[in-house]
């Protein structure tokens, strides 16, 4: 079992900046390729960025990408999404997931543990 934990949403404004944090317990954390998404309201819950276990590898979506960046330290055992520039339609519950797989994943149905989510709100 893999629990997670995030933290570092809140209110931010137009072109500000957020740091979420997501601390995971339980088995091994390292072998674990880690995941951010988001989900808006009334919408479908998206892919955001993604990271190997090593931390060598990431992916990010188009709308993440060159603003957010994701880092982990595995000695740790956390992940962070550094997101810089943030705009109205950033806002969403953001999650974190660990998966099973030691390979970054776009897709949901890899990630098999899931923290409960943090507010980021965008005002403009």
């Known amino acids: 079992q893999v629990q997670l934990v995030e933290s570092g949403g809140g209110l931010v404004q137009t072109g500000g900046s957020l740091r979420l944090s997501c601390a995971a317990s339980g088995r091994a954390f390292s072998t674990n390729a880690m995941g951010w998404f988001r989900q808006a309201l009334g919408k479908d819950r998206d892919f955001v960025a993604a990271?190997?276990?090593?931390?060598?590898?990431?992916d990010y979506a188009d709308s993440s990408k060159g603003r957010f960046t994701i880092s982990r330290d595995n000695a740790k055992n956390t992940v962070y999404l550094q997101m810089n520039n943030l705009k109205p339609e950033d806002t969403a519950v953001y999650y974190c997931a660990a998966s099973q797989y030691y390979l970054a994943s776009r897709s949901a149905e890899n990630y098999n543990y899931w923290g409960q989510g943090t507010q980021v709100t965008v005002s403009s």
């Open positions: 990271i190997t276990g090593s931390g060598r590898n990431t």
